[in-house]
């Protein structure tokens, strides 16, 4: 399984960008995608999870108090691709925004070290 992410960039305070993380490879029929984010000097911390299940109609999310009402996770299974569509950033939204899958099953965790696959690095930078 690979996942690559992308969408970063530079922003204004208060504006918007789209992450994508498309995977390819056996993701299996249930699977969960979060993003997590790593800031110099801080540590890595939990923005938000989408779980998906062949039989399921919608998706469960879960967002980071810090993000919720303003960024928004999605998906795509016909590519299958999961999106972060983040509004009214904030300087301290700056960070290196990585991708990561679990593929044992479509309990949500926030725990980073129960992520199997990873994807690159993609730098969000808001500017005051």
């Known amino acids: 399984v690979q996942l690559q992410a992308s969408g970063g960039g530079l922003v204004q305070t208060g504006g918007s960008l789209r992450l994508s993380c498309a995977a390819s490879?056996?993701?299996?029929?249930?699977?969960?995608i979060s993003w997590f984010r790593k800031a110099p000097g801080k540590e890595r911390e939990f923005v938000a999870a989408i779980s998906w299940r062949s039989s399921w109609r919608s998706s469960v999310t879960d967002y980071a108090d810090s993000v919720k009402g303003r960024f928004n996770i999605s998906r795509d299974n016909a590519k299958p691709t999961v999106y972060l569509q983040m509004n009214s950033l904030k300087p301290e939204d700056t960070a290196d925004y990585h991708c990561?899958?679990?593929?044992?099953?479509?309990?949500?965790?926030?725990?980073?070290?129960?992520?199997?696959?990873w994807g690159q690095g993609t730098q969000v930078t808001v500017s005051s």
């Open positions: 490879g056996r993701t299996g029929s249930s699977y969960v």
């Open positions: 990561a899958l679990d593929t044992a099953g479509n309990t949500i965790t926030r725990i980073a070290d129960r992520y199997r696959y």
